[in-house]
């Protein structure tokens, strides 16, 4: 099931099973990225209680960017919540994903140098 409108369908299907409304849909195709940065100012608005996504990595590919939006969305108070599963991504995972991201300190800062040459703020 890896078309969009496939994801959104099941996605929606399992928002109606848990009792809860479709707010809004967040999607990156056509610009990579997009998505993501929509969906966090709408967190940091406050637009819902809740996200789900299709697959954790729509939270970033790099660790330490996984590490941050999930840290970020738990601080706007958004629950996280994965496609097909009543359980949020807690703050257990977070903490543990901080944890090993402070133990791998030199791939951050290589993401940082990364990032920079390229031109990106973060």
């Known amino acids: 099931m890896e078309a969009v409108g496939d994801q959104f369908a099941f996605m929606e299907a399992t928002v109606d099973r848990l009792g809860g409304d479709v707010a809004e849909h967040f999607s990156d195709l056509g610009r990579p990225g997009e998505g993501l940065r929509a969906l966090m100012r709408a967190a940091y608005l406050g637009r819902f209680d809740r996200v789900m996504a299709w697959s954790l990595d729509r939270f970033g590919w790099a660790h330490v960017d996984l590490v941050a939006t999930l840290t ?3 601080d706007t108070g958004a629950r996280v919540t994965m496609a097909g599963t009543d ?12 944890s090993l991201a402070a133990a791998d300190s030199d791939v951050a800062r290589r993401v940082r140098a990364a990032r920079r040459r390229r031109g990106e703020a973060r």
């Open 72 to 74: 970020t969305l738990r």
């Open 87 to 98: 359980e949020d991504v807690d703050g257990a995972y977070v903490a543990y994903s901080i």
